[in-house]
């Protein structure tokens, strides 16, 4: 069954910010010990990192999913 444009679009919003919120998760897990020492002006840059990447993250796999479903 063919999806209609929205509903292509939320589809592949909503799996993309999942999948780009779960990378960018592992990372800061796998990194929690060494967030935990940095200086305040560290962690917030770190946090400012953190939303861009996944934010670019996300933004890249619904281009790419969106492309696909599409096509």
Request: aromatic share 4%; net charge positive.
């Amino acid at each position: 069954m063919a999806l209609a444009r929205e509903q292509a679009i939320g589809l592949t919003g909503g799996v993309a910010g999942a999948i780009g919120g779960a990378l960018v998760g592992i990372g800061l897990v796998g990194g929690a010990e060494k967030i935990s020492k940095m200086d305040d002006w560290q962690k917030a840059l770190v946090i400012v990192g953190v939303a861009s990447a996944t934010g670019m993250v996300t933004g890249l796999l619904s281009y790419l999913a969106f492309a696909k479903i599409t096509a």
